[in-house]
């Protein structure tokens, strides 16, 4: 059999590659002869995957909030694989603006379907299950409270009346974290259960998670680029286009959801683990930026605000 050229060339190159492992060609070819041919099926483990969603009730539409949450976490686990390629300001402008892109592309996909969490399930269905799922809540995503830690200063993450009180450190900032705030039973003023349980499981991994990224998180990143010159129009656009999508629009969606289901009757019913979801997750009222410095105070000041009632709910907006 004719070697081409092309064939050659890799042959020699796998060989230097496993000499200096030392380990030989000879035997990884001899290998290769009995290795299977890898089926999509068993590559992506979709016999597997398809065996993760079990709902805890007989209700059908619990299958798609099942589902679109998994998705979500799928999504979130790529965001953070980019944020880990970023912890390094020496990086190409072209490098940070592929990142950038990316992270905003996941989130704007995940906004995008998130009609299936608005408009996908029977209103009836979702009120029904929803108590099963006790204490349960997308409250508790691990990964999305990372990647907010990835992306900012945990002080940033205090909310804005607090950020003056407290010593500029992660374990105080955690202490004081905003999201606390939003799991705090609105009828006994007590933590919730959902919190506990969310606070037994991964506490100290946030705080290990909080420390590792306190000098390398995008905006202390973002900081030396601006301190190097480096910080083109386009990088500050791509860094405010992910501040918008990551603390406004993926909030605002969220919102939606429990507006149309929550408040549904006129009633507002606490969300499942009973957290407030009224005070909690308006962005006019969490006011969380993990870029402040790209913004104009008059941009701050106004952060979020009407953008629920005037561009989501379509209606008037409250004075």
């Known amino acids: 059999m004719e070697i081409s050229p092309k064939t050659d060339k890799m042959l020699e190159l796998l060989d230097e590659k496993f000499k200096a492992n030392n380990q030989k060609l000879d035997d990884y070819l001899e290998g290769l002869l009995f290795a ?11 016999d597997t995957l398809l065996t993760l969603q079990q709902p805890k009730t007989d209700i059908p539409d619990e299958i798609i909030f099942i589902g679109y949450h998994q998705i979500t976490e799928l999504y979130f686990k790529l965001i953070i694989h980019e944020l880990d390629q970023m912890r390094n300001s020496d990086l190409p402008e072209l490098i940070w603006k592929d990142k950038l892109t990316r992270i905003v592309r996941y989130l704007k996909n995940l906004i995008d379907s998130f009609d299936i969490m608005i408009d996908g399930m029977e209103m009836k269905q979702f009120l029904q ?25 945990m002080i940033n993450l205090v909310p804005e009346s607090n950020r003056n009180t407290i010593p500029n450190t992660p374990e105080d900032a955690y202490n004081q974290i905003y999201w606390k705030q939003g799991s705090i039973d609105s009828e006994t003023k007590q933590k919730t259960l959902t919190l506990e349980k969310f606070e037994q499981h991964y506490e100290a991994e946030f705080l290990q998670w909080g420390k590792s990224w306190e000098h390398v998180n995008l905006n202390q990143q973002l900081q030396k680029l601006q301190q190097n010159n480096k910080l083109t129009d386009e990088l500050k656009t791509a860094f405010k286009t992910l501040d918008v999508y990551l603390n406004v629009n993926w909030r605002l969606s969220h919102y939606r959801s429990a507006v149309r289901y929550l408040n549904a009757s006129g009633t507002d019913v606490s969300a499942t683990g009973g957290t407030n979801w009224q005070k909690f997750l308006p962005p006019r009222f969490q006011r969380i930026v993990s870029f402040p410095s790209l913004w104009t105070e008059e941009e701050l000041a106004n952060w979020g605000k009407g953008w629920v009632d005037e561009q989501l709910l379509s209606l008037p907006a409250k004075k």
């Open 36 to 46: 299977n041919f890898e089926p999509y099926w068993r590559y992506i483990a979709v």
């Open 129 to 153: 299950f929803r108590m099963s799922l006790l204490p349960a809540s997308g409250f508790q995503s691990a990964q999305f409270r990372k990647i907010e830690m990835s992306c900012t200063d």
